[in-house]
């Protein structure tokens, strides 16, 4: 496979200024009450004509028209079949989509859980009616109706992949083959300097969190994204003292599999793309799911709440997760496509297997990444849970040192 994962999701920066300590939503799995509620608005009745175009922000190489390789090109085609002329734009971090959603610039967002909630509750984004999605169906009932793509019984996207933060080890070093995050976190790790982690708050704290859930059950943490004060120092504490043991925070995935690849890291945090393309050339590494579980991202297509273009927006949405669109997807960005119809598409047989696309067990072992607030996202009222503005502060402080 040499397909090459274009994301690049740069380490999230400060948080952009949104009162997100009046803002609530459900648990991990599924898409619960909160104490406050998303701005009122209405979803799209019934689909028209096409306006003729449309304006989509989408992570690199979900939008792909040629001009990267020029066999890859799901965009062209969708220009033809709808008459909608598609201007995209790549965003390199969800605050930068944050950022420029809801002032109707853009129609159609590939929002990550880690902004999905904030774009919500600002009033963005707008809710979707999935009767006008027309692959909706065949999107699995495990991946619909989450903490990241809805609130309470609304829709607000369309599911379109996702994947989960694997732990990567070179095989010819790690031994014997870990399958647990305390090759990572352990003060006494013998992989002390050669460690990588991923470089971002929301992942990187609940990372930390996902193993204490294991290690340290007294803390009482039953979601990573929902820490109190006494949980996110804990978590803070375990970062820092891994601090002088990281080799490297990476957030290009061409940076990872290089240092991989150069034994410059020897275990961490990882994509499965990443130990696909540094199989691919032949370097000694492998990937599990570890047994305390591990974070992941899903990614979900919404509607700008002032989008110009509405009848395009749903048109887009419809053809990117139509099976033939998601196989192509699904291999050239390197993630497990919502719509499950793409696996018996893909020019790899056993893409689908590798990527569990199907597997919902799997599914349910990932803490898919959303975003921190101060009304506890696990659901508890008796505290206040340290919000994402702190995430950032944390977490630049324990990078630096």
């Known amino acids: ?32 009450s909160g104490k406050a509620t998303p701005p009122p608005m209405q979803a799209l009745s019934s689909l028209g004509d096409g306006e003729g175009e449309v304006n989509i922000l989408a992570w690199a190489g979900y939008a792909e028209d040629g001009s990267t390789d020029p066999t890859v090109d799901w965009v062209t085609p969708f220009e033809t079949a709808t008459g909608c002329k598609a201007n995209v734009q790549v965003a390199d971090t969800s605050d930068s989509m944050f950022e420029k959603m ?25 809710p979707v009616n999935t009767s006008l999605l027309t692959n909706y169906a065949d999107v699995p009932d495990f991946q619909k109706m989450q903490a990241w793509n809805s609130v309470g019984d609304v829709a607000y996207g369309m599911p379109h992949g996702w994947g989960a933060q694997l732990l990567g080890y070179r095989t010819d070093k790690a031994t014997p083959a870990p399958d647990s995050w305390s090759v990572v976190f352990d003060p006494k790790s013998p992989y002390s300097g050669k460690i990588t982690d991923y470089d971002s708050p929301t992942d990187g704290i609940a990372a930390a969190a996902v193993y204490l859930m294991s290690t340290q059950p007294d803390l009482k943490i039953t979601n990573p994204y929902a820490l109190d004060k006494a949980q996110f120092d804990a978590a803070v504490a375990l970062l820092t003292a ?46 599990v799911l570890p047994k305390e579980g591990a974070t992941g991202w899903a990614d979900t297509w919404m509607v700008d709440a002032k989008s110009p273009h509405p009848n395009c927006a749903y048109q887009w949405m419809n053809w990117v997760t139509k099976p033939d669109v998601q196989a192509q997807i699904a291999e050239w960005f390197g993630e497990a496509p919502a719509n499950v119809k793409a696996c018996a598409l893909t020019t790899d047989p056993t893409h689908c297997d590798t990527f569990h696309a199907q597997d919902e067990g799997y599914f349910k072992k990932i803490w898919f990444w959303s975003t921190p607030q101060s009304d ?17 502060k944390a977490w630049s402080s324990i990078k630096n040192g």
């Open 242 to 287: 891994q601090q002088p043991h990281v080799a490297s925070y990476w957030a290009s995935y061409a940076d990872a599999q290089k240092a991989l690849e150069n034994g410059s890291t020897e275990v961490g945090s990882t994509w499965q793309i990443i130990i696909n393309l540094a199989k691919a050339d032949s370097s000694p590494v492998e990937s």
């Open 102 to 126: 809801g002032t109707g610039d853009f129609d159609v967002v590939s929002a990550s859980g880690d902004s999905s909630l904030r774009m919500i509750y600002a009033g963005k984004v707008a």
């Open 376 to 392: 506890c996202l696990d659901g508890r009222t008796d505290v206040k849970c340290i919000p994402y503005s702190e995430w950032g």
């Open 1 to 32: 496979m040499r397909h090459t994962r274009l994301l690049t999701l740069a380490a999230a920066g400060a948080v952009i200024g949104l009162a997100l300590a009046a803002c609530s939503s459900g648990g991990s799995s599924g898409g619960g």
